[in-house]
């Protein structure tokens, strides 16, 4: 049989295929990475370009002539007279001093590039400096939304530009008179939430995940570390101990929205809780996130060796004292670490929050656990949905701020292990 | 005094009575020649005093909080005079929610009728009554349990016992806190779907294939019987949850094998936590991402090759959902690969198989029970995600297997169900908790399985 190939020659020949493939398989793993990664760029690349503008505030520096006749006001520090005060006025007539090309006919035109809540920023200057009156001052006002949209985004096609062509013009000019300015958006960081989008800030859903966050830390650890002790420690061997672990391992796995739906029967209804307030939150949290902290803690103190456990017992202690003497501080950087982890995890959680009532429009800053309140997801959530353009920036830049508070809980995570871990 | 505040002022009488403990043990001892007559330390007696001073005051305060909502309520109501007392639970929350209201200063109390205006006055009386009680109550117990453990300090005492098999019992209480959680989640969502099931029947919501959740507000109106058939939620699910598995499995899989079998350890170490990142974004942030970005470029795509495609597609709401799942994919598959033995690997190298044949032929098929549990808990999570599907898919049930189409998931219903303003006993909020009855026993079914699976296969090499 010499016409045929021997087996060597065969295994030769198929080489090259055998070659290739290999080659390809190690190319679709490459890919299958670059996909991965590409589509994580893709999605910081579009939130930053999305909102980084949501960072920038436009403002009219005006020079106010604060006549006291024209305000109606003759003495700023009567409250009645200051609730009664015309202060559009003499906005919308600086602004006509500024704009030489309208007449007092555009006066309305005119005035819709202030910001409705102008006029309260100036009262309340007023109501400050009641000596202001009958003087002239130089002070800064918000824009009205649409001319900050316009001078953000004048060639974007996504955006529509809502002023009227003279509006743009006018704008133009005092853009480059240097009237209206961008500058850095405080006022993102100062308020709570708005119907205007200018106005529109995230201290109101910060504090309100704070509150959260307070209650679900305060609640998780100890209740997480110490059911971690237990179960590691303690727990004999029995039906009861089995079936505490089918749960805690079930509960990681149940999608979070159940979540929501307990905090809904047990804690608003049955218990009659009030909706919407940090402390049910926080409670809704603590039991979603619970089975995250006991399952890193056990690992933790798994990894304690026995040694030290062996060491301590043979000089008396008893096991409760070995236990909080020597396995719990040693385990402490680990559990930590996952504690944070598993906070990091409810912070960015919406949907259970969803179902207690945190998605309604709050405007004022929460002061306490019992106030009612949004969180910064929610937040994220509530502007996403809106039709305006100028709330999507806003919700990409609370992303940035919610996302940058995510990257410093993990660093920290990973701070603290790389510091405090021990390897036996 | 506000349940935030009493909790701080319990604390510290739970301090105080570690100290009184404490220094009671010391001078119990110092007739005796020293705390080494003593029969546990100092510390013991102190913590002794203070867990009976703090668990019962701290028992008697969560009970309290928990159930002064509701009780009050039920009084508000019971003072109501009979013609005014609401016949439906939904009917009675209004009730509730306007007497609150005129009890805040939100609505005037002139504007209600005088016996609304009275119940709102007998909240505020009622709910500063309850402080009252609740404050005298707490302090009360915590000084009186508090002065008992104190005063039955003895030298004899074994106090360290005592403390320690008090703390034992804490901590499992604490373990003991899955179970009930789990309860809580079973009588919650069993309870409202049983009468769910009283007002609509099993077989109409399983095999219906109608959803439009309406209920009418008068008798009259038009369509006034809402459907509830879960079928096109259920498609739509899967529709949705299969797209997501459509990327995250290859993707997950093949960067799994990738990073495990030919990555070195840099690459391993720079890819790895950047994969792990895209676990870490918030599911709001993906939502965001999918309706405001991906959405909107399927469909001008879409429309570019003259394809008519939703704004609001199963595609990109599945397909966000996939990147989102890939980690979860990649790091279970990483797991399982690594735990196949190296002689397998080993063993076919030395017979000449190149790697992706060994991959292929001896690691893939060793592994595939684990990766199968791997991709069965990765199906668990797409079905249970909500913030992706509530912002990027619709709430239009259709029931269709187009992936350019606009379908609702279960998650979403849920949502939208029971977001706003709800009665509680209509069949509208009820038909939220079957949904999340069928979802909760879908999940948990899925876990169960996946769990079983990746222990048998654990075991099969360990």
Known sequence: MTDQLSQAELVRKSLKRRYRKERRFRAYGIAAIAIALSALVVLFADIVGKGATGFMKTTLDLQVELDGEMMYLDDATDERQLKMADFVEPLVQALLKEIPSATESDRDAVADLINPYASVTLRDALKENPEWLNTTRSMSFLAHTDVDVYVKHAGDDAYSIKLSQQQQRWVDQLVEKGIVETSFNDTFFKNGDSRDPSKAGILGAIIGSLLTMIVTLALSFPIGVAAAIYLEEFAPQNKLTDFIEVNINNLAAVPSIIFGLLGLAVFINLFGMPRSVPVVGGLVLTLMTLPTIIISSRAAIKSVPPSIREAAEGIGASKMQVVLHHVLPLAMPGMLTGSIIGMAQALGETAPLLLIGMVAFIVDVPEGFFDSATVLPVQVFLWAGSPELAFIERASAAIMVLLAFLIGMNALAIWLRKRLERRW | ?462
């Open chain 2, 1 to 462: 005094m506000q349940p935030a505040n009493l909790l701080i002022l319990t604390l510290a009488l739970v301090v105080i009575a570690y100290g009184l403990g404490y220094a009671r043990s010391r001078s119990l001892a110092m007739p005796l020649g020293g705390i080494r007559h003593l029969k546990s330390l100092p510390f013991y007696y102190g913590a002794r005093a203070a867990l009976w001073c703090g668990i019962p005051a701290l028992l008697v305060l969560a009970l309290w909080a928990a159930f002064q909502g509701k009780v009050i309520q039920m009084l508000v109501i019971g003072s109501l005079p009979v013609d005014m007392i609401p016949d439906s639970e939904g009917a009675a929350s209004l009730l509730l929610s306007k007497i609150s209201n005129v009890a805040s200063g939100a609505l005037p109390p002139g504007f209600v009728d005088a016996p609304i205006a009275q119940a709102a006055e007998r909240l505020q009386e009622l709910r500063s009554q309850s402080r009252l009680y609740m404050t005298a109550l707490v302090i009360a117990v915590a000084v009186l349990a508090g002065f008992l453990g104190w005063l039955r300090i003895r030298p004899r005492l074994n106090a360290r016992a005592q403390v320690e098999s008090i703390l034992k019992w804490i901590f499992f209480s604490c373990a003991a806190l899955a179970i009930l959680t789990t309860v809580g989640i079973i009588f919650s969502v069993a309870f409202e779907t049983f009468r769910f099931f009283q007002k609509i029947s099993f077989i109409d919501f399983i095999f219906g294939s109608q959803w439009s959740p309406q209920t009418a507000l008068r008798a009259d109106q038009v369509a006034a019987e809402g459907a509830f058939g879960m079928i096109p939620l259920f498609t739509g699910t899967l529709l949705i949850s299969f797209i997501a598995m459509l990327v995250a499995v290859p993707v997950g899989l093949l960067s799994a094998i990738y990073l495990s079998e030919y990555a070195n350890k840099r690459v391993r170490s720079i890819v790895k936590p950047m994969l792990e990142m895209l676990a870490g974004i918030p599911t709001v942030v993906y939502g965001f991402f999918a309706a405001l970005t991906v959405a909107p470029f399927i469909s001008d795509l879409a429309a570019s090759v003259g394809i008519d495609a939703s704004s609001q597609s199963a595609l990109a709401a599945g397909g966000v959902m996939g990147i989102m799942i890939i980690p979860f994919v990649s790091s279970l598959s990483d797991d399982v690969i690594n735990a196949v033995p190296q002689t397998l690997r080993d063993g076919s190298l030395a017979l000449g198989a190149t790697q992706s044949e060994t991959m292929k032929k001896v690691i893939f098929p060793a592994a595939l029970p684990g990766i199968m549990g791997g991709v069965l808990l990765a199906v668990s999570r797409a079905i249970g995600e909500t913030m992706i599907v509530v912002m990027a898919a619709g709430l239009a049930a259709n029931l269709t297997a187009n992936p350019l189409e606009t379908v609702t998931t279960v998650t979403v219903q849920i949502v939208t169900l029971l977001t706003g303003d709800q009665e509680f006993d209509s069949a509208k909020t009820l038909a939220a908790f079957a949904l999340g009855a069928m979802l909760f026993l879908a999940t948990l079914l899925l876990n169960v399985i996946a769990l079983k699976i990746v222990r048998k296969y654990r075991e099969q090499y360990d």
